[in-house]
């Protein structure tokens, strides 16, 4: 990870500074990805990473339901400053949501949180299909983004009730 930059992790935390400069940092460059508001995106914040006290990215993360892998999944979306683009802190950004969101599923493993998740709106971001933050290319969206996951080593997937979840799937047999 980056020498000097400090990541934090505010999963759930209700971490007022946080919020409040994250949604500084997203309304000073007028970042708008995805349908909710500034404040809505802050009660969703994960990870958070400072240099010298000011904000140089964030991660917000939504667990929900991934059709493609049938399995819930811990989303992520990054911001990252733009003067620290040209480094490798959206990487070091993944890392840290990663580490939070196993810790995460580990504490509420009724969940079933399979791993992490992102689609890539960026045109170029990726050239392999297994990037160095460990994240594997599993398709794209309908808007043609590449899709990513990356699961947890914890994690073990029931056959069976993935299968069950695609009546389609049901009447393909099952190969030993």
């Given at each position: 990870m980056?020498?000097?930059?400090?990541?934090?992790?505010?999963?759930?935390?209700?971490?007022a500074r946080a919020e409040a400069d994250a949604i500084a940092a997203w309304d000073a460059v007028g970042?708008?990805?995805?349908?909710?508001?500034?404040?809505e995106r802050a009660k969703m914040l994960c990870i958070v990473a400072y240099e010298d006290g000011k904000i140089a990215g964030t991660v917000t993360?939504?667990?929900?339901?991934?059709?493609r892998v049938r399995e819930n999944m811990a989303?992520?979306?990054?911001?990252?400053?733009?003067?620290y683009r040209s480094q490798s802190l959206i990487i070091d950004l993944a890392l840290a949501f990663y580490t939070a969101?196993?810790?995460?599923?580990?504490?509420q493993p009724q969940l079933r949180i399979g791993g992490i998740a992102a689609q890539i709106p960026k045109s170029g971001a990726i050239d392999k299909p297994m990037g160095r933050g460990g994240l594997m290319l599993v398709g794209y969206n309908e808007l043609s983004w590449p899709v990513k996951v990356r699961w947890f080593d914890h994690f073990r997937i029931d056959e069976e009730a993935a299968r069950a979840r695609d009546p389609?799937?049901?009447?393909?047999?099952?190969?030993?």
């Open positions: 980056q020498d000097q930059i400090a990541f934090k992790d505010v999963w759930l935390k209700n971490d970042d708008k990805l995805g349908r909710k508001t500034s404040l993360g939504e667990v929900r339901y991934m059709n989303f992520l979306q990054a911001f990252v400053v733009p003067q969101m196993t810790r995460f599923a580990l504490e389609q799937l049901m009447k393909a047999p099952v190969q030993n």
